[in-house]
Nanobody
Framework: QVQLVESGGGLVQAGGSLRLSCAASGRTFSTYDMGWFRQAPGKQRELVATITSGSSTYYANFVKGRFTISRDNAKNTLYLQMNSLKPEDTAVYYC????????????WGQGTQVTVSS
């Protein structure tokens, strides 16, 4: 069992930065691929970025060059550094853990709200 708790969301002006954290319980964090999703009001949840257990990364086109995903296995923590934020980045951001497929992650956090004002 893995429990995920996000933090670091908030209100920021366009062009600003935020760093999200996702603290994971358990001793198996390092064996999971980890990812960040987001869901804006009235829209479907979408994949933002992923990092494998071997630290290979993937980014959705809409965040490439602006967001950076990283992990610290010693601290059981996943991060998402978000720079050059845009109003369209406003959403609830969720971290997730997966062993097999991102179409159905094994565990989800509760989400943290990010609001970018114009």
């Amino acid at each position: 069992q893995v429990q995920l708790v996000e933090s670091g969301g908030g209100l920021v002006q366009a062009g600003g930065s935020l760093r999200l954290s996702c603290a994971a319980s358990g001793r198996t964090f390092s064996t999971y691929d980890m990812g960040w999703f987001r869901q804006a009001p009235g829209k479907q949840r979408e994949l933002v970025a992923t990092i494998t257990s071997g630290s290979s990364t993937y980014y959705a086109n809409f965040v490439k060059g602006r967001f950076t995903i990283s992990r610290d296995n010693a601290k059981n923590t996943l991060y998402l550094q978000m720079n050059s934020l845009k109003p369209e980045d406003t959403a609830v951001y969720y971290c997730a853990a997966a062993r097999r497929t991102w179409s159905r992650p094994d565990y989800w956090g509760q989400g943290t709200q990010v609001t970018v004002s114009s």
